[in-house]
């Protein structure tokens, strides 16, 4: 049941991280207006959203993985000394 538990609360950690940054990248395209005015702009642009959305999904996989055994370990300690 852990592993179901830490499964879920890595996933909605990296839902909650790309989706900050997705918003964060239209408001900031919004704000100053479209970032490209060719093709190659418009890849270039795609490119940093494609690998931006990987860095964020993969450092907030990392991140989830490690809090979620933090909080384990606090659980665990916190079991053992109140028995």
Known sequence: ??????????ILVVALAVGAFNLIFVA???Y???FYESEADQSRNF?????GNA?????????????YRRYLRHAN???TTNT
């Open 28 to 30: 900031v395209s919004g």
């Open 47 to 51: 490119a940093i959203w494609l690998l």
């Open 32 to 34: 100053f207006g479209p």
């Open 55 to 67: 860095g964020v999904g993969l450092l907030s996989v990392v991140m989830g993985v490690v809090l």
């Open 77 to 79: 300690t916190t079991n």
């Open 1 to 10: 049941m852990k592993i179901v538990k830490g499964a879920l609360f890595v």
